[in-house]
């Protein structure tokens, strides 16, 4: 039997035709990335889920499309791979953050949010989700433009610190998995495993102690300063 840590999570992936002429997909990422919990030792215990959208139309349906029947005790992430700008998504059609607030406001219960998508995940966006859905706990994503593979990395990488942890090598026969409690704590951790998190300018804000919005980019700023 797996010695599973306690958190289980369900991982809703959303994802957009990202032009009319290729058809990459995030999809055989997160499939592997599957694969490699199942076969963990350790670590959170994890279910995925996959819809494609075109529009805000398909959007809302997807989001409502099989409801999360017998998962409430799963911390439910959405993930959304899509084309962004710095107040919308760019799918076939453009979303701008303002209907994306509403659609999700109807939704299912996310404890957070995860956006795979240029630009798109600034100060003014994070504060417009975190102030109006009330369950909403972090959302995560990049405020620059980032290339498309590099980008996917990250999110794999964030994901996997998040479920499965950090893989260390204390001593040369030994290696072990250094569980993740929080989403912060992964986001912190992609900063030292994956360098380049820092110069695709991804970041996770959260709600610290005092109630105020925090981001793990200015942490990790105030960390490097130290």
Same mark, same amino acid.
């Given at each position: 039997m797996k010695n599973r840590a306690e958190a289980?999570?369900?991982?809703?992936?959303?994802?957009?035709?990202?032009?009319?002429?290729?058809?990459? #997909?995030?999809?055989?990422?997160?499939?592997?990335?599957?694969?490699?919990?199942?076969?963990?030792? #350790?670590?959170?215990?994890?279910?995925? #889920?996959?819809?494609?959208?075109?529009?805000?139309?398909?959007? #809302?349906?997807?989001?409502?499309?099989?409801?999360?029947?017998?998962?409430?005790?799963?911390?439910?992430?959405?993930?959304?791979?899509?084309?962004?700008?710095?107040?919308?998504?760019q799918a076939l059609a453009p979303i701008n953050r303002v209907k994306l607030r509403n659609i999700l406001i109807k939704t299912t219960n996310f404890d957070g949010l995860y956006f795979g998508a240029c630009d798109f995940m600034n100060v003014k966006t994070a504060e417009m989700l975190l102030n109006n859905i009330s369950t909403l706990k972090w959302v995560a994503g990049f405020s620059k433009w980032t290339p498309w593979l590099e980008g996917t990395l990250c999110d794999l990488m964030f994901f996997r610190l998040l479920l499965s942890g950090r893989f260390r090598r204390p001593s040369h026969t030994n290696t072990k998995w250094d569980i993740m409690t929080k989403p912060e704590e992964a986001a912190m951790n992609l900063y030292e495993v994956f360098p380049m998190a820092v110069d695709l300018k991804f970041s996770l804000f959260y709600r610290g102690t005092d109630g105020s919005i925090r981001s793990t980019r200015e942490d990790w700023a105030d960390r490097i300063m130290a």
């Open positions: 289980k999570y369900i991982i809703k992936i959303y994802e957009a035709q990202w032009d009319r002429k290729h058809d990459e #997909s995030v999809k055989p990422f997160f499939e592997q990335l599957k694969r490699e919990l199942d076969g963990d030792e #350790s670590g959170h215990d994890a279910l995925f #889920s996959y819809y494609v959208f075109p529009n805000a139309e398909g959007l #809302s349906a997807a989001l409502n499309y099989k409801l999360d029947v017998g998962l409430d005790a799963r911390l439910k992430i959405g993930y959304f791979g899509v084309h962004g700008q710095h107040d919308k998504l």
